[in-house]
């Protein structure tokens, strides 16, 4: 069983900038999609950015050309770029790694955005 860690999450005032990593704790060359999703308080759980190999990465309207998802599968680790943060990104961000035969979850890491 392959265990995701995340980290990078934080407080942060809008405008700024923070990078979300997700480390796996084996390889992850047979990861076919990777995925970041968030889930504000009283809200269900969202999509944020997913990424297929080989496709062209998709994401939720409210990130587009602000948010950047991206992987190192030499370090194991999936990234989200996030840049000119709103308030309403605050949320608890989930890392999501998967193929035909896995589905792994990170932990959640908090993104707090204050005005």
């Known amino acids: 069983q392959v265990q995701l860690v995340e980290s990078g999450g934080g407080l942060v005032q809008a405008g700024e900038s923070l990078r979300l990593s997700c480390t796996a704790s084996?390889?992850?060359?047979?990861?076919?999609?990777i995925g970041w999703y968030r889930q504000a308080p009283g809200k269900q759980r969202e999509l944020v950015a997913v990424?297929?190999?080989?496709?062209?990465?998709n994401y939720a309207d409210s990130v587009k050309d602000r948010f950047t998802i991206s992987r190192d599968d030499a370090k194991r680790t999936v990234y989200l770029e996030m840049n000119a943060l709103k308030p309403e990104d605050t949320a608890v961000y989930y890392c999501?790694?998967?193929?035909?035969?896995?589905?792994?979850w990170g932990q959640g890491t908090q993104v707090t955005v204050s005005s």
């Open positions: 084996g390889g992850i060359s047979s990861i076919n999609t």
């Open positions: 999501n790694m998967r193929n035909v035969w896995v589905n792994y």
């Open positions: 990424s297929t190999r080989g496709g062209r990465p």
